[in-house]
């Protein structure tokens, strides 16, 4: 798979190429089987094992606790290579991925629970899925308080890479849902008496990554899993930690997804005697789009930074550009098959399975809409004061 589009060099990161090359081997052992995973809606577990060989889901973990110490940057430039082959397999890799940063974090202050977590991560193999999709700022699920902990009640959506996974980052309500109560952040290994995964993920693309509901009945969490605390209802805390992390690297798998529709569109259009003219300005239009959108998604990574707590204002960065990237993933899909025309709409077009996979990122919170709610909310705040 070539093309003509690169990321920009910068001085001083020639570690780049190495995670993209991991993440281009990982691609290739996944590619062949993305089409009977997209029909079928099973989980990319070749994928995952050429992962686990290579070491690519440690590559967050820093280097003194036996990881690849990858930036956040060379994560997003990896998860945007991976994505050009198997967007499926990207999309579930940065679930773990964007958690690695977060505990990375943590580890930063020196919590114990997060150093652990990443030893583990780089020397157990263990895979952290998440339920914020599902939970977001008011999650239904409720905390019971018992003797040395809680008791967690309810059922978690998009639970992604839930088959593969080791633990789910998740959360619940402590007493009833409404506003004034508070929400508690948790680690719950998937081995834990009451944890179910219930198979319901049949939707429209990214269909490999397995993302099934897990039902949580009076499972006991013991009180030093608990991670952080915030108001129910309010984007703050460890979930705003979350979602900062989560941006750019979910950006770049959208953004990878569309630039391996624009290298098949570029293979079938050049493989014709004479391309259409509209054809070749379509797929300037798919280049110019892509490139834009890359510069965007890495000048956000380093106008934040690679270590960032909770922080309004990086929230606001980072979700900008992941809003970007995402409609832009949907639009150059949308000019690969108008640009390929009649063949890209056959069920066995990878430009098919692209231009539905691009669909899943509009949906990914902060949504479009709301991170333009977000952006004029604060602006109208500054203006007054």
């Known amino acids: 798979?070539?093309?003509?589009?690169?990321?920009?060099?910068?001085?001083?990161?020639?570690?780049?190429?190495?995670?993209?090359?991991?993440?281009?081997?990982?691609?290739?052992?996944?590619?062949?089987?993305?089409?009977?995973?997209?029909?079928?809606?099973?989980?990319?577990?070749?994928?995952?094992?050429?992962?686990?060989?290579?070491g690519y889901l440690a590559m967050a973990v820093p280097a003194e606790l036996g990881g690849g110490g990858a930036s956040l940057?060379?994560?997003?430039?990896?998860?945007?290579?991976?994505?050009?082959?198997?967007?499926a397999s990207a999309l579930a890799a940065a679930m773990h991925l964007y958690l690695c940063f977060v505990q990375r974090f943590r580890h930063s202050k020196g919590l114990a629970d997060a150093t652990a977590t990443l030893r583990r991560v780089a020397g157990e193999g263990l895979?952290?899925?998440?339920?914020?999709?599902?939970d977001w700022v008011s999650p239904t699920t409720t905390a019971v308080a018992v003797d040395g902990g809680f008791r967690f009640t309810g059922r978690k959506s998009f639970c992604t890479q839930a088959p593969a996974a080791t633990v789910i980052t998740t959360s619940a309500v402590l007493g009833e849902p409404g506003p004034g109560a508070e929400v508690l952040h948790a680690g719950v290994p998937f081995s834990s008496p009451g944890v179910t995964i219930v198979e319901t993920w049949d939707p429209l693309g990214m269909r490999g990554t397995a993302s099934h509901d897990v039902v949580l009945e009076d499972v006991f969490v013991p009180a030093e899993r608990v991670t952080g605390?915030?108001?129910?209802?309010?984007?703050?805390?460890?979930?705003?930690?979350?979602?900062?992390?989560?941006?750019?690297?979910?950006?770049?798998?959208?953004?990878?997804?569309?630039?391996?529709?624009?290298?098949?569109?570029?293979?079938?259009?050049a493989g014709r005697g004479e391309p259409a003219p509209a054809a070749v300005r379509q797929l300037g239009e798919m280049q110019a789009r892509l490139r834009v959108a890359l510069w965007a998604l890495l000048a956000a990574v380093e106008e934040t930074g690679d270590t960032f707590g909770p922080d309004d204002?990086?929230?606001?960065?980072?979700?900008?550009?992941?809003?970007?990237?995402?409609?832009?993933?949907?639009?150059?899909?949308?000019?690969a098959l108008q640009a390929v025309g009649g063949p890209a709409f056959s069920r066995r077009s990878p430009l098919e399975r692209a231009y539905r996979d691009a669909r899943g990122g509009p949906f990914h919170p902060l949504t479009p809409e709301a991170t333009l709610a977000l952006l004029g909310e604060r602006a109208v705040a500054a203006a007054r004061g």
């Open 1 to 54: 798979m070539t093309s003509t589009l690169t990321p920009p060099s910068r001085t001083g990161l020639a570690d780049d190429d190495r995670f993209v090359a991991m993440a281009t081997e990982v691609g290739r052992r996944a590619a062949p089987f993305d089409s009977a995973h997209d029909l079928d809606a099973t989980f990319v577990t070749e994928a995952y094992a050429a992962m686990a060989e290579t």
């Open 73 to 87: 940057r060379q994560v997003v430039l990896a998860e945007h290579e991976l994505a050009r082959w198997s967007g």
């Open 127 to 134: 895979v952290m899925a998440t339920s914020g999709g599902s």
């Open 229 to 269: 605390r915030r108001p129910y209802g309010v984007l703050a805390g460890p979930l705003l930690l979350a979602a900062q992390y989560f941006a750019p690297v979910v950006g770049g798998v959208y953004l990878g997804v569309a630039r391996g529709a624009y290298d098949e569109a570029v293979r079938m259009t």
């Open 313 to 335: 204002d990086v929230l606001a960065t980072l979700m900008t550009a992941k809003r970007h990237a995402v409609l832009e993933a949907v639009a150059v899909t949308d000019l």
